[in-house]
């Protein structure tokens, strides 16, 4: 029997609830990207912040409802991880619906597109869901949010191998580079 070891995704220090991160989508990622570094996940918040606002620059990470995903694969980061703000105040991430409460940042390692592609995608498949979203939005505490993320999100990315030492090492033996995917915002 395998036992998964990489760490979770989330925990309740990359959580705010009914927080003003600012105006506009760059402030709200400056924060979050501070948020994942000084929980040791990402050497410098300020780099990975670069990263995920240049990324969002190119296409906007707003999805329907009320929803962003800004996402990076950086040099600075150490581990996949996700962090969240449910926002007192709403932001433009570009969604064609109109700006997001809900703000789910994903940060992943240079190189471990596999990875990244695996939390996206993983993630957007739980956000689509109206039971998913409506409980984010009612979750009195973060870890009511990391309960909910662990439940929906963290045991398929983990059953795929995110976060192990095999897949991030496969991504960069290959030499894959980090290109963009015009259909993956």
Do not use: C, W, Y
């Not at 220090?13 to 996940?41: F, N």
């Not at 192990?164 to 960069?172: E, L, N, Q, R, V």
């Amino acid at each position: 029997m395998s036992v998964n070891t990489s760490p979770r995704l989330i925990s309740v220090q990359l959580v705010g609830l009914d927080e003003d991160l600012g105006a506009t989508s760059s402030d709200v990622i400056r924060v979050l990207a501070d948020r994942v570094a000084a929980t040791g996940r990402a050497a410098d918040g300020a780099s990975l912040a670069a990263d995920a606002i240049k990324r969002e620059a190119s296409v906007g990470t707003g999805v329907p409802g009320g929803i962003a995903i800004p996402h990076a694969r950086s040099a600075s980061v150490s581990e996949p991880t996700l962090a969240m703000s449910r926002l007192a105040r709403t932001v433009s991430f570009g969604a064609p619906d109109g700006d997001a409460d809900i703000v789910f940042m994903i940060a992943v390692p240079e190189g471990a597109d596999k990875d990244h592609l695996t939390v996206l995608s993983t993630l957007a498949r739980a956000l689509i869901r109206e039971d998913f979203t409506a409980a984010l939005r009612a979750a009195a505490t973060p870890q009511e949010i990391v309960d909910l993320v662990d439940r929906e999100v963290s045991g398929e990315v983990a059953q795929a191998g995110v976060g192990t030492a095999s897949s991030a090492s496969s991504a960069t033996a290959t030499g894959q580079e980090a290109r963009p995917a015009a259909a993956t915002h």
